[in-house]
């Protein structure tokens, strides 16, 4: 009993020692503008050779990371987490590419690999296709972080994260093939057909799991305890890992997919089921729990890198070499799989191709991390060369992270694919402007009232006015920069537009206005014309309306149409997709005329310069005038139709509206806060 309680005693002070130190690294790495991943795993492998030497007793002597920790512990909240945060549309935009390097590239990738182990390593066939399958899963989270960072295009975030989550699973149904391969001891068609079938199962298997388990249990508990986060928030640690441990442990199936399935379907619900406070206190929740899994995984990846460095200088050259060599061999691979494949993809998409740019960052973005080494160390210890596949993982999985990781910013930046740096310094400046101003409207006014001092406030007025002229004259110096490069001018302009009009969807939904998933379609197009626009295409193309309809969408719809022509159900959707372009083009209307307004008083206050805005503001007043028609057309061809929809967004911001007052009531104190759900409950009662 009390050699049980000293073990749990040990663990406990061992995780709390990792969690400082995640906690202190995280600020630390933040100053030196150094990926937070990347530094851990620094502090991890320089934790692991030099406490053994500075310590009589080394407090982490027995951390250790195996296959079980990763895939049951880790796995599952950075797969949910990512999941429920996706644009579901969006997505699907970009489903072709991340498909085909999750499936086909991984088997390209994996093959290139086996190939070149086998003749440059001593590996055998079967530990270099064994190495091949595993180590072709990537774990970009250090680059998604910076893409966010950067301002990174969504469709190339997009492309990079869903590849990641989809062949996580791939490469372990992959390395399990090859594992039951093996263990057969025969390859021939009839092995690869039964393994084909299985790939297959288990893929839709964790599909349906995912599926299952969310709609069953997230959508129970909405119905019970809708507006309660913390019971929500319970619910959805439950959905994360039981979806993970019924698929993987249970099924046999993808416990990967399950998760990711899973997050998907909440993520649904939490965009069109939940309260606005309740989605955002699960998802700030999810990000809590990626950050302590993130920080635990990639300390303990150097903890155990650390460990095989002490090992392995004893070993013979030819085992380090035998480890540049892996680190060659996947690079090789994965420039074949992403150069050879996404043209293959542009083709099969028929829509904006995936250009080089893109490629060369997916390519280097491609890092290594938990799936990989939680595969490798699964291997049973008999395995021919267990230790040399182990090491081999861990020495790619420590290039990508420090080299590629450390880099990957620098290749984005030289393609100029993020936000141009002065956009910041401009934006500070400009809002620095315009607080000052009213500001300073706001000390004319107190000093009118005859409550302040005169001299206190035009000492006050001294200070923002010395304010004032600095932002003022910031402004002028980066536009006559800018000079220098219009086209830089105008995309710089022009990605601001792009958060004003970003903005001003955002203020429309919390004021009742614009409904949940017409607020998502429309936030698709704004990010579908900043991808434009950091692509020099000036003004944006504006997206089809027809483009608010995912291909996944237009693919189903297509084909229920060929099977049953004639079902009402079809006249109801033209229904919908009229009642998304009424609200669509009215939307457009005012958010083009606050731009032009916003845009103008930019100009006015020698905040922008007029000639560099003035396409922009035209651009804004055609599409006003157009979107103006379009409403009134509709509302004379359609009149019915657009009656209704007035009254159900007047509905959805009465109710949006009474919602804020009873929320005030209560923080005044006025309301019993233990009353706000038989209140809200009465109030669904009373607009059924």
Avoid at 176 to 195: E, H, K
Avoid at 625 to 636: C, H, I, N, P, S
């Amino acid at each position: 009993m009390e050699s049980s309680s000293s073990a749990l005693l040990t663990s406990e002070v061992e995780l709390l020692i990792l969690l400082l130190i995640a906690c202190l690294g995280a600020v630390t790495f933040e100053k030196f503008n150094i990926p937070y991943t990347v530094g851990l795993v620094l502090i991890g492998l320089g934790l692991g050779l030099l406490t053994p030497l500075l310590f009589a007793v080394d407090p982490l002597s027995s951390v250790t990371l195996s296959p079980n920790v990763i895939l049951y512990v880790f796995v599952p909240p950075l797969i949910f987490e990512s999941s429920i945060n996706l644009d579901n549309q969006l997505l699907f935009e970009t489903l072709t590419p991340s498909l085909i390097l999750a499936g086909l590239g991984l088997l390209v990738s994996a093959g290139v690999v086996g190939g070149l182990m086998v003749w440059l390593t001593p590996l055998s066939l079967s530990g270099a296709f064994v190495f091949g399958s595993l180590i072709s899963a990537t774990d970009p989270v250090a680059v998604i972080a910076l893409f966010k960072e950067l301002g990174v295009p969504k469709r190339l975030t997009m492309v990079v994260e869903g590849e990641s989550m989809l062949n996580d699973a791939t490469a372990i149904v992959l390395f399990d093939v090859v594992m039951a391969i093996i263990a057969s001891g025969t390859v021939g068609v009839a092995t690869l057909g039964d393994a084909s079938v299985n790939v297959f199962v288990v893929l839709f298997g964790g599909v349906l799991v995912g599926v299952v388990v969310a709609v069953i249990i997230f959508g129970y508990s909405i119905n019970l305890a809708k507006n309660n986060a913390l019971i929500q928030t319970t619910v959805s640690i439950i959905i994360a890992y039981a979806a993970f441990m019924v698929s993987q442990r249970y099924l046999q199936w993808s416990g990967v997919i399950a998760v990711m399935t899973a997050g998907l379907v909440v993520g649904w619900y939490l965009n069109h089921k939940v309260n606005l406070e309740v989605r955002t206190y699960l998802r700030e929740f999810w990000d809590y729990g990626a950050f302590i899994a993130n920080s635990l995984i990639f300390l303990l990846v150097g903890l155990t890198t650390s460990s095989f460095i002490l090992r392995l200088g004893t070993e013979t050259p030819r085992f380090w070499i035998a480890i540049v060599w892996a680190i060659v061999a996947t690079l090789i691979a994965r420039a074949v799989a992403v150069f050879g494949l996404i043209p293959f993809s542009n083709w099969l998409q028929k829509s904006e191709p995936f250009g080089w740019r893109y490629q060369m960052v997916t390519f280097w973005g491609g890092l290594r991390g938990a799936v990989a080494l939680a595969l490798a160390l699964s291997l049973d210890r008999s395995f021919p060369n267990r230790d040399l596949i182990i090491a081999m993982t861990l020495g790619v999985a420590l290039f990508t992270i420090l080299i590629a990781g450390t880099t990957t910013g620098k290749l984005i930046s030289w393609l100029k694919i993020d936000e141009p740096p002065v956009l910041e310094r401009l934006g500070k400046a400009q809002a620095t402007i315009l607080a000052k101003r009213e500001a300073l409207k706001l000390l004319h006014k107190l000093g009118l009232m005859g409550l302040f001092d005169k001299e206190v406030i035009v000492e006050i007025e001294e200070d923002y006015y010395r304010v004032l002229n600095t932002a003022e004259a910031a402004v002028t110096k980066i536009w006559d920069e800018l000079k220098l490069d219009p086209g830089l001018a105008r995309q710089i302009l022009w990605l601001q537009i792009l958060r004003i009009e970003h903005q001003a969807h955002v203020d429309l939904y919390d004021r009742g206005l614009l409904l949940e998933s017409a607020t998502r379609k429309l936030e698709l197009l704004v990010e579908a014309k900043r991808d434009s626009v950091l692509n020099r295409q000036i003004p944006p193309p504006v997206p089809a309306l027809w483009s608010l309809e995912t291909p996944l969408e237009k693919l189903i719809f297509k084909q229920l149409r060929h099977f049953f022509p004639h079902h009402k159900f079809f006249g109801q959707r033209r229904g919908q997709l009229a009642a998304i372009r009424y609200e669509y083009d009215a939307v457009t209307a005012y958010v083009s005329q606050k731009i032009v307004k916003q845009v103008k008083q930019l100009v006015a206050a020698n905040a922008v310069e007029s000639a560099v805005a003035q396409d922009c503001i035209i651009f804004y007043q055609q599409a006003s005038k157009g979107a103006l028609r379009r409403v009134e057309a509709m509302g004379t061809s359609r009149h019915e139709l657009a009656i209704a929809l007035q009254k159900q967004v007047a509905t959805h911001a009465a109710r949006t509206s009474e919602g804020e007052v009873i929320e005030q009531l209560i923080a005044e104190g006025v309301i019993p806060e233990n009353a706000l759900d038989r209140i809200q409950d009465l109030i669904a009662k009373e607009n059924i």
